[in-house]
């Protein structure tokens, strides 16, 4: 973890209380020194402005996902055939659809269904790269060119038309397009995965825990993965844009949430019909599609720079 | 010592970190005529940084100053991009350590050879490929045009060293700087290399100064030594009078020296003296 | 004693040479197994895909109404009574035939369809790179040199905002703005219905076609319908070259033989035109490769909201008429083209780039 560049000179002069703990040079106990480096850590990031706006749309949009119900004015799936296509007003402050439900109060919903659907992709895609980067980087031997060359297929594949493909076949569903994103988002991962098990593998510290009787899986486990972690993460959150955009593609093609559910992607096909005249319906949705990849795509580039300066743009 | 070419005096130069600021050259002073002057000095010492600096190729965060720095009765300060473009290369050019990384790699050899001789002269292609063949012959590579021909990854660390001098001689500049030109060579063509220069640089009558980190290089080929620590001169004498110098740093690197008579024992290991970075630069 | 020297040294040569070759040969050989194994998996993928449908295909067919026998037969005759690899078999036995089966919508042959719907993604994808290599290059290589600056800044959140947009939304956007605001330009599909036909399609590709007739009619209402769709497509393309563009170029900057040109003396322009940007194509060509193969991807949905009719289009609709041959081929035919760009990027990288020889 290199130390981040700025006022440092400034923190370290401050002699008492918690600032002086957090920044002391010589920390006494383990704890402390895992404090001293994340406050450090926060420092670098923080000072990225770009960074804490990414970090700042993330967590908005967990909190109005988090408490929907509480925030949205009014109910999602209610028609009201009266208040159909009203532009935005004090009332209806992003307009009215088709069927006269509130905008706003389905974009607040819908940021559930956006968060759903990353969520599981990154908690299907990783694992599973992980565990394919590992054994491969781990055995070796026969096994590793096999699913590296797995790995490749997969990552030479093209995403959204696999993932249509899949979903045509299986037909459409919040959580068939999941499988189908998921299945081509982890080669990536795997690849990460196999270089850090190798760079280990290598290692003399690692016949040390062999010698001592650790099972592979410990290794693995236990060493290896928190190693790949800082890596992953990265580029999790920066695979996270590509992934929303994804859904959302399968969303407006009819593939993903199906109607009434306000997924964004899906919102914005609905509004396609009424785009000249009515023009609130199509563009709110993709608005804060682009927001919410915005976010995650600053976040994604701070994190790099902090965690991985070799590749900091 | 003949009439001076180029003058420094208390050159300075600073990099501004985020940080803090470096300061790699603090107040040195030097001429250098018609004759070879060596700049010895380890690493973090400012000689490559000062050879930068004669030719204002010092890069941002980097920021240069000098009481005076003239060519020629040129200014090189107080002078505008547009006419430190035609000192480069035509009055002042600068052989550098590694042809590996030094010439551009997707380009042939020769056009690189003739660019540098038709950006200050204007000749026809052809012209300009003759000159560099012809260059290249004088820098005794046997077969000029096939190397001519080829790109930088075809040819040896030598033939390559040898290209980059014919590159900048060719517009027959007077003062040459070499930064290191022989230390990415192995042994045996670093003598061949150094023999070629130094053929080239008294035929001409030009000036030149030698970067080095290598003292008996240094000694043995140059006619005066400028001794650098910590972005200072600590001592400056003639070549031949070498074993006489007097600063700690310089006997101590004299000492240092494997002598093939020496008694066998133990090679003295320099003991740093803070003191030294301080005094103001000699000469 | 010399002549067995000789004899030696010869042999050392020759095997020297033939080592060369052998390893020239097993580059490529490399490369073209690997396209090969890569090809194979896909029609795996798409195989399999294919045969997890819960829809019966054989009553696709025949009709929920046919009878036992005829409902044997035809499941014979689609060869569905054959254990799956060898039906596996015959799925690859026909797609490298280029037989896909007919389309339930059209009921043509897919591989007829494919043939007429492609070529207008190709134009469209082509026109998107060009714009994008035209505009993104120059802006990346403005980035680098003025690094941190505003126009590093500012092309950077271009480039950003290119990453963040989804293309359907741009280009619903693009549409409502210079469409049906402004009318600055045709609305959605490839040409206006007057000039539907009017022109013999040689190359397929109207553009090409009616410039070649001399049709400037049609030649320019055909530019009108593709100057909004391929602009959009085009700003991702551009956000992605010049952001590698200008990573590039950041690095080519900090090499020794930059100092070299300079020192020679030559102009700034000239440093960075000619000497950095000649190392900065070699890997910039395997990008624009990359760029095309994502803007091929990328069409199923561009060519939805213009109403685009390329090969996107019609693994659309398709899709949304259960009309699976036609989506597997639709599939089978992009996703083949786009692992094959992949692959040719790496490829053009060893040509281009002369240490690689």
Redesign the interface.
């Known amino acids: 973890m290199s130390l981040p560049?700025?006022p440092?000179t400034a923190a370290t002069t401050a002699t008492t209380g918690r600032r002086a703990w957090l920044t002391a040079e010589a920390p006494r106990s383990r704890l402390q020194a895992r404090c001293v480096q994340a406050y450090h850590a926060w420092r670098g990031f923080a000072g990225n402005t770009l960074a804490m706006i990414g970090l700042v749309i993330v967590v908005v949009l967990i909190a109005v996902a988090a408490l929907a119900p509480v925030l949205a004015p009014y109910s999602p799936i209610d028609q009201d055939l009266t208040l159909r296509l009203n532009a935005p007003s004090a009332a209806h402050l992003l307009g009215t659809d088709e069927l006269g439900r509130d905008i706003l109060s389905r974009l607040i919903y819908g940021a559930r269904i956006t968060l759903y659907i990353v969520v599981l992709v990154a908690v299907t895609a990783a694992p599973l790269g992980l565990f394919m980067g590992t054994v491969a980087g781990y055995f070796g031997g026969w096994i590793d060119p096999i699913l590296m060359?797995?790995t490749?297929?997969?990552l030479?594949?093209?995403?959204?038309?696999?993932a249509?493909?899949?979903v045509?076949?299986?037909?459409p569903g919040i959580e068939n397009a999941v499988l189908a994103i998921a299945l081509t988002a982890w080669p990536p991962y795997a690849r990460i995965a196999r270089a850090e098990t190798l760079t280990i593998r290598k290692s003399e510290f690692l016949a040390a825990i062999r010698l001592a009787g650790a099972s592979p899986a410990r290794i693995i486990w236990g060493h290896v993965v928190p190693l790949c972690s800082a890596s992953l993460i990265i580029r999790v959150t920066l695979d996270m844009?590509g992934i929303i955009?994804t859904a959302?593609?399968l969303g407006?093609?009819?593939?993903g949430a199906q109607p009434p559910l306000p997924e964004w992607?899906a919102m914005?096909s609905s509004g396609?019909k009424f785009?000249?005249d009515f023009?609130w319906v199509?563009?709110m949705?993709?608005l804060a599609?682009?927001i919410v990849?915005?976010g995650f795509?600053?976040l994604g580039d701070g994190l790099r720079d902090l965690l991985d300066p070799k590749h900091a743009? | 010592m003949t009439a001076p070419l180029l003058t420094v005096e208390d050159l300075e130069v600073r990099f501004h970190?985020?940080?803090r600021v470096v300061e790699a050259v603090r107040g040195i002073g030097f001429s250098v005529g018609r004759e070879k002057l060596g700049i010895v000095g380890e690493s973090g010492s400012g000689k490559s940084v000062t050879g930068r600096s004669i030719l204002r190729l010092v890069p941002p965060p980097g920021e240069v100053r000098a009481k005076r720095l003239d060519f020629d009765g040129l200014d090189l300060m107080a002078i505008d991009e547009r006419a430190m473009r035609k000192v480069r290369g035509r009055r002042i050019s600068m052989v550098m350590q590694d042809p590996k990384f030094s010439l551009n790699p997707v380009m042939r050899v020769g056009q690189q050879i003739a660019e540098a001789y038709r950006v200050h002269v204007d000749v026809s292609p052809a012209e300009a490929r003759r000159r560099a063949l012809a260059m290249l012959e004088a820098v005794r590579i046997r077969d000029p045009e096939r190397v001519y021909a080829a790109y930088p990854n075809e040819v040896s660390g030598g033939m390559g060293q040898r290209v980059m001098i014919a590159m900048m001689l060719i517009p027959e500049p007077d003062l040459l700087i070499a930064d290191e030109p022989t230390s990415a060579l192995d042994v045996t063509v670093q003598m061949q290399v150094l023999a070629i220069l130094d053929d080239l640089v008294s035929e001409r009558g030009m000036g030149l100064i030698f970067i080095s980190h290598d003292l008996n290089l240094v000694a043995s080929f140059c006619d005066r030594v400028l001794i650098m620590y910590a972005g200072r001169v600590v001592e400056t004498c003639l070549a031949a009078e070498l074993h006489q110098a007097s600063h700690p740093y310089t006997r101590g690197l004299l000492a240092a020296l494997p002598r093939i008579d020496g008694d066998g024992r133990d090679l003295r290991t320099l003991d740093r003296d803070p003191a030294w970075a301080d005094p103001l630069s000699v000469g | 004693m010399a002549t067995t020297a000789s004899i030696r040294s010869g042999k050392a040569r020759a095997t020297g040479a033939a080592s060369l070759l052998s390893r020239r040969f097993s580059a490529s050989a490399k490369w073209v197994l690997?396209l090969g194994?890569?090809f194979f998996?896909?029609l795996m993928?798409?195989f399999l895909?294919?045969r997890?449908?819960?829809i019966d295909p054989v009553l696709a067919v025949v009709g929920d109404r046919a009878s036992n026998e005829v409902y044997e037969a035809a499941r014979i005759k689609l060869g569905l009574d054959q254990p799956l690899y060898k039906q596996f078999a015959i799925y690859v036995g026909n797609v490298v035939e280029g037989d896909f089966g007919k389309s339930l919508l059209t009921a043509k042959p897919v591989i007829d369809d494919i043939r007429r719907v492609f070529p207008a993604t190709l134009e469209l994808a082509t026109v998107a790179t060009l714009l994008g290599v035209l505009f993104g290059v120059p802006m990346g290589v403005l980035a680098a040199v003025n690094q941190d600056r505003w126009q590093d800044q500012s092309i950077?959140v271009l480039g950003?905002?290119g990453?963040?947009?989804?293309?359907?939304?741009?280009g619903?956007?693009g549409?409502?703005v210079f469409y049906?605001?402004l009318g600055w330009v045709a609305g959605p599909g490839r040409i206006d219905i007057f000039y539907d036909g009017l022109v013999e399609p040689v190359t397929g590709i109207i553009l090409l076609d009616s410039a070649m007739a001399g049709d400037w009619d049609v030649f320019l209402s055909a530019i009108d319908h593709l100057i909004l769709p391929s602009t959009v497509l085009g700003y991702y393309s551009l956000a992605y070259i010049s952001r590698m563009t200008?990573?590039f170029m950041l690095e080519q900057l900090r090499q020794e033989y930059i100092t070299t040109a300079r020192v020679k003396g030559l102009s700034e322009a000239r440093v960075i035109w000619r000497h950095a940007l000649g190392n900065v194509l070699v890997p910039l060509i395997t990008v624009i490769a990359l760029s095309y193969?994502n803007l091929?991807?990328?069409s199923?949905?561009t060519e939805?909201?213009f109403a685009w009719p390329g090969l996107g289009q019609y693994?659309?609709i398709s899709?949304?008429s259960?009309d699976?041959n036609a989506?597997?081929g639709?599939?089978v035919v992009?996703?083949a083209v786009?692992?094959g760009l992949?692959?040719l990027s790496d490829l053009l990288y060893r040509l281009v780039d002369p240490r690689a020889r």
Do not use: C, H, Q
Not at chain 3, 164 to 170: E, N, T, Y
């Open positions: 560049s700025g440092t060359r797995v490749d297929i997969f030479a594949f093209p995403r959204l038309i696999l249509l493909a899949f045509a076949a299986l037909g844009a955009l959302a593609g407006f093609l009819g593939l992607g914005i396609r785009l000249i023009w199509a563009t949705p993709g599609i682009f990849s915005l795509n600053l743009s | 970190t985020r940080s | 690997t194994v890569t998996g896909l993928v798409t895909i294919g997890v449908m819960p950077r950003l905002f990453y963040s947009m989804p293309v359907f939304w741009l619903l956007m549409l409502l049906g605001k200008r990573s193969a091929l991807e990328g199923v949905l939805t909201v693994i659309t899709l949304l259960a699976m989506v597997i639709g599939t992009v996703g786009f692992v992949n692959l």
